[in-house]
Structure formats: structure tokens, C-alpha cells
């Protein structure tokens, strides 16, 4: 029996027309995207826009590398708002022999605006699929949600109860509770047998809060040089290969950084750890989810919110991981924890065990 033939359009708003996802990679670490900013922008918002573009790149990255034993997964497409109408034709075309499955991000889906609706309407019509990682809380606090949600296929949410609004979604609809994952292609950055014994912190200055920096001085103070701070905002993806010199990735839990949030979500930081080969170390501030499972598996290392013996103890038990373990940690996450192999296994189910 063939392989289902498949073949991901991605939707990346700093993105242009419809083109190979492969093309818009190559041009991507020179490109200048100073005409997509306000006029006037400084330079903390050019910061930060071109950190959100790469993050965007990097998830077009692992789409294109998506494979699937049970799939034939084609090379991927990517298109921003003034390929839309393109992507409208191309897909009405007869014939193609695969079947295209639109992809939505976070809060992407906003981006489209009214035409949003029309859109999924005509490409559902023409037998194209529709899939949406969204991360976190979108059915919740996106606007547009009760409009996307009768056409999508799959929706990949966080660990919480969907909003009000997925009393709109088809009753096949796939639902996944993954929320934060790696957007890296697996194995992409080799395993360090040999790391440094340190800690890094992976931040941002959203994150330093006065909980936060309690814990960075804390660290600071008790390990020296062996610590190292990473917090101006995030880290850029050209620098992330660098962070598997070190053995210990610190990293902050939530999506807003205070209390309040973090009890309401985790980052992809501990995620991103464990694909480069450091052992991940993050507070037990959430009541429960997915944290827990990993560290239950012995695959981070956790500590009681704002108990700081317990946290020295935690990096402490992390730097003494052995290189076996750490391999078991690094091979888990980038089998299991990454946004392709994750989106893939979606697709699959839905062309292999269709409701």
C-alpha cells in the first residue's frame, strides 16, 4: 500500500508570496527586514523583530525537514499575507496527487484578518487540510478562534481546558494537549560528550522579575563562574549550537515569568536544553502538566518553587549527570519534544486512523 503523499504550507507572516520553504531559508540570515518594522522603530524593537522572524524560520526549518515512516512527506511551502490569493489558486488546481496541509502558529492566525474564514472555506473545498499549533491559550484569548476552529483538522494546544469557543470545532478534529516544545530539526546540533561544567540561564528580560533575579544571585553567588546568565531578551538562533558547550540549561517556566503565569504554563527553554544535550533544571511552580511526566522520567530536574537549598541541589544532581544519562536526555527530546516529529505525528493519524 503507498504512503499517503503530503505536503505542509506553512504560514509565516513575516513571510511574502508563495515560494519553497527551502528558498526563504536561504535568504533569511541576510535579509533585511527593516521595511516590515514602524517607521521610527528602535533598536529594542528591532531586537526583538528579528528574533520572532528567525524563531518563525526555524519552525519553517523543521517542516521542511518533516518526516514520517507512514508518510511521503513532499518538500514544504511557506507564504506570508501576499501569497494567499496564490496559494487559493494553486490549491483549487485538479489532479496534484498529495494532499496540502495548511499550517497556523501561535497567533497567527489573527494576522489574516477577516479574510480568514473565506480562506480556510475555499481551501477545505478543495480538499486541502488544516492544521493549527497553537502553542498556548488561543481558543481562550484569540479573537479570531470561532472563526478557524470549524475548518481545522488538527489543533495542538496547551495543557488546559480549551475556551468556549471549541464548541465550534468538528467532532473529528484531532486534539492534542503538547503545548511548548524545541522548534529544532532533530539532532541537528551533535551531542557534546564533553560540556563544561556550568550553568546557563535561558532567559529573557520579561523574566526578571524580583522571584527570577532572587534565583540568578542566588546561583551567581554559589557557583561563580560557574554560572553565566543569558537575559537581554532571548537568544538568537545563530547562537543556540553554542549553548552545547555547557552541561546545564537553567531554565525559567512560563510565558509571562511571575508567579501567576508560570501557574499557568511552561516555555520551550527546557525544551531547547534538552535537544542541545544539557540537562534541564526548572521550578515545580505549576500545579501539575507536562513538566511533571518529563521530570518523573528523570528527564529534567525540578525544584520547589522559590526554595533556593533546593535549587542548588537540583544544578548540583544536573552537573553530576553522567554522559549516559545526558544522552538518554538529549535522545528523548530530540525523538520527542520538537515541533516536526510532533506536527508529524498529527498528520499521520489523521491519513492513518481518519474518524
Known sequence: MNSPVVRVVFYNPWAEGLEASCDYLAR????????RLPSGADVRLRTMARLDCDWYGECARCFDALVHPALSVQP????????????????????VGETRWFVFMGQHPEKIGPA???LCTHLRHHGVRIAYYAFDEASRSMPCFAALAPHLDVLIHDEFPLGPAAARLRPDCLRLHRSWVANVVPFAVPFNETPEAKIVFLGSQLGLTPHRLRQIDFLRSTFKDRFIAHHDHSLSVADRAGLSRYAVGFCPEGR?????AMAGTHTD???????LGLVPVSENSAPGGRLDSLADAGLIRRYAHADLPALRAACEQALATPATERRRIYDHF???????PVLAEAL??????PA
Open 256 to 260: 509571562k515569568f511571575n508567579t501567576p
Open 76 to 95: 514544504s511551502w511557506l507564504l506570508g499575507n501576499s501569497g494567499l490569493a496564490e496559494l487559493a489558486s494553486v490549491c483549487a488546481q485538479e489532479g
Open 334 to 340: 530530540n525523538r520527542c519534544e520538537t515541533v516536526g
Open 269 to 275: 527553554r527546557p525544551f531547547w536544553s534538552g535537544c
Open 116 to 118: 480568514l474564514g473565506p
Open 348 to 353: 499521520a493519524a489523521v491519513h492513518l486512523c
Open 28 to 35: 533569511l540570515p541576510t535579509w533585511d527586514i527593516s521595511p
